[in-house]
T-cell receptor, first 110, second 113 residues
Framework: TQLLEQSPQFLSIQEGENLTVYCNSS?????LQWYRQEPGEGPVLLVT?????EVKKLKRLTFQFGDARKDSSLHITAAQPGDTGLYLC??????????FGTGTRLTVIP | KAGVTQTPRYLIKTRGQQVTLSCSPI?????VSWYQQTPGQGLQFLFE???????NKGNFPGRFSGRQFSNSRSEMNVSTLELGDSALYLC????????????FGPGTRLTVL
């Protein structure tokens, strides 16, 4: 059974702090995606990582895919209140079937 | 370009009833996937339709079914509702199969009393 575990489950930090969210799997995925979901909305894709060891940057967000393509991390620098939301990693299980992680709920306090 | 729309946004039903949810994909998208999101289980894949055919199915009981129309709009149906079916039901559309980006709708919040 595929399992994507995210840690931490909850994170509350002050504005300006840095943070890292982890996504660990027991399976290898062909690609891994990170989403952010805000209350009352569906998840919105932030990035897709495909190659083992790949690092992608999106402004203050840095995403890394593990060499073995089984884990990933999301690092946010100088967090802002607008970063508040539910962060989800998702592995591509094929045929438009995304296998989602357990989620990390981030709150950035002004 | 309009995004994925889902109707209704909120729904309250009682145990034993059935419900039909609707999803209109982004224009030109032919694949629609459905997901169930609950606090305990997170986001779980229900099924995916492409060109009116169910291509993939998650691990849900037969009470959960769906269909897709020739205009790519999709519906999902849940029969004999149970309390545990209370969830946010999300659909996502994709241009085609493969690793195209999935665009999610805002979801339908179903509450079963």
């Amino acid at each position: 059974t595929q399992l994507l575990e995210q840690s931490p489950q909850f994170l509350s930090i002050q504005e300006g702090e840095n943070l890292t969210v982890y996504c660990n799997s027991s399976s290898v995925f062909s690609s891994l995606q990170w989403y952010r979901q805000e209350p009352g909305e569906g998840p919105v894709l932030l990035v897709t990582v495909v190659t083992g060891g790949e690092v992608k940057k999106l402004k203050r967000l840095t995403f890394q895919f593990g060499d073995a393509r089984k884990d990933s991390s999301l690092h946010i620098t100088a967090a802002q209140p607008g970063d508040t939301g539910l962060y989800l990693c998702a592995g591509d299980a094929g045929a438009n079937n995304l296998f989602f992680g357990t989620g990390t709920r981030l709150t950035v306090i002004p | 370009k309009a995004g994925v729309t889902q109707t209704p946004r909120y729904l309250i039903k009682t145990r034993g009833q059935q419900v039909t949810l609707s999803c209109s994909p982004i224009s030109g998208h032919r694949s629609v996937s459905w997901y169930q999101q609950t606090p305990g289980q997170g986001l779980q894949f229900l099924f995916e339709y492409f060109s009116e055919t169910q291509r993939n199915k998650g691990n849900f009981p037969g009470r959960f079914s769906g269909r897709q129309f020739s205009n790519s709009r999709s519906e999902m149906n849940v029969s004999t509702l149970e309390l545990g079916d209370s969830a946010l039901y999300l659909c996502a559309s994709t241009r085609d199969q493969g690793t195209d980006t999935q665009y999610f709708g805002p979801g339908t919040r179903l509450t079963v009393l």
